[in-house]
């Protein structure tokens, strides 16, 4: 069993920068593959980026490479996201989730899944 609780999120102005964060309960946090996914108002889920286990592996969705970073540090159970040069449409609720495997891009494969926190973008 993982719980997960993301933070981090907030308002910011286009261009901005915003840190995520997923922090993880439990002692197994390295065996799981994490993923950030977000959700758009009127919109499926959507992936954003994916890391491995020991977080030698990371995967992006097209429109957010080069700009967000998915990294991290499973001495503390926390994954992150780094957002940079933020675009109105990144406007989101953001949630992370965990897996034993990489399930891709479909959320519904993905176990555990934490509550979401907000991203506003403004232009």
């Known amino acids: 069993q993982v719980q997960l609780a993301e933070s981090g999120g907030g308002l910011v102005q286009a261009g901005g920068s915003l840190r995520l964060s997923c922090a993880a309960s439990?002692?197994?946090?390295?065996?799981?593959?994490m993923v950030w996914f977000r959700q758009a108002p009127g919109k499926e889920r959507e992936f954003i980026a994916a890391i491995s286990e020991s977080g030698g592996r990371t995967y992006y969705e097209d429109s957010v490479k080069g700009r967000f970073t998915i990294s991290r540090d499973n001495a503390k159970n926390t994954v992150y996201l780094q957002m940079n040069s933020l675009k109105p449409e990144d406007t989101a609720v953001y949630y992370c989730a965990a897996d034993l495997n990489y399930q891709g891009a479909t959320p519904r494969l993905y176990k555990y899944w934490g509550q979401g926190t907000q991203v506003t973008v403004s232009s």
């Open positions: 439990g002692r197994t946090f390295s065996r799981y593959v």
